[in-house]
């Protein structure tokens, strides 16, 4: 159970997966150089390591080295050693001229231009020096940390333990994937999206079956979410008779946080605290609750899970075609994103309209308090997980 302690969210418990099953999850302590990174000074190119003096001139070549031999003979004055990338640099040597650079035959090798010390040479700790960190704890874990964890000896990561997060749809209308609804009723698809967004943010979902929109029904299952880490609810937040969520919410106890915002799809959005666990109501519009799980709950599930930096991942496109919408709310429309950043609006008939959603691949950001653009105006995008 991950507690809260004065609003402040307490790190999950620690498990050790293997580096192959590591990506993406979120890094419990941080991770340190073990030794100096290179750990010896290493030729960044092929060629021959030289007295930078030595250039421009003719030098004798004394040997060879690659990569994976140790440390060779201190060079003098006047001499070159053949060298190639990745192989230590003898001591005494301070440049690398590229074999392509140099004119080489028998035992000499002339170097036609002056050389700067250091040139092509790694130095050793160049890239990190032992003891310092690599990887912050609270770091989402990406291949190129993956690649560091086992640059540095570790064969597995200790990781937070994914948060646990019950999936609560509400409504009288909705019914089971498997079952054929009357023309009155919908197949409950939320509990599934919601489902795979829990699943790319990091959590663990766990769907509750669908609970009627009554009192003693809601309560029920409300008290059942709350086992969880996070408990979101899908309908039933908005101002109809039959929205039960929030009442229900606080006859629990709960205390909300905000309960409205002024977006759209979306604006019924409420998070509120309940003993001492978070609990998002969505609206229950499937457009509604996909743009208010990635604005807001994801959020609060990646605090929960342990990682530190919660990105919105948004980048700018450039209108195809003009664009219009109304003042006042900030709106998250379904629209795709082509080649060279440019975007086209999706047309929709609104939040329920699931076929736009699944032809969009980002929402485009339209802030209250624009209203037009032309074709090649700019605006931000949110990437569709
Ligand atoms: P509500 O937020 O409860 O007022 O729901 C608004 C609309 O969203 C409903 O009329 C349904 O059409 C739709 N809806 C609610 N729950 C779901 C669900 N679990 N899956 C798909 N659509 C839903
Ligand atoms: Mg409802």
Redesign the pocket.
Known sequence: MIETVGGVVRPPPVETVPLAQAHSRILAADIKADRDYPPIARSLRDGFAIHAADAPGTVSIIGETRAGEGRQPALARGYAVEIMTGAPVPSGADAVVMVEHVEHSGEKVTIPQAARVGQFINRQGAEAQAGTTLIPEGARLDASHIGTLAMTGHTGAAVYRKPSVAIL???D??VDVGSTPAPHQ??????YSLAALVIAAGGKAVILP?ARDTEPELLSSLEQGLRYDLLLI?????A?KY?LVKPCLRQLGAEFLFERVKIQPGR?VAFGRIRDKFVFGL????G??MVTFLLFAKAALELLSGRREPLLPIVEARFEAPFEHRLGLTRFLPARLGENGSLRHEPWQGS?DLPALARANVFLIADHNRESWVAGDSIRVLLKP
């Not at 899908?234 to 908005?238: A, D, H, Q, T, Y």
């Not at 609206?283 to 499937?286: E, K, S, V």
């Open positions: 749809s509400t409504g209308e909705l919908i197949r409950n698809s939320n509990s669908v899908s309908g039933g937040v908005s109809g929205d019924p609206p229950g519009n499937p509604s609750s329920s």
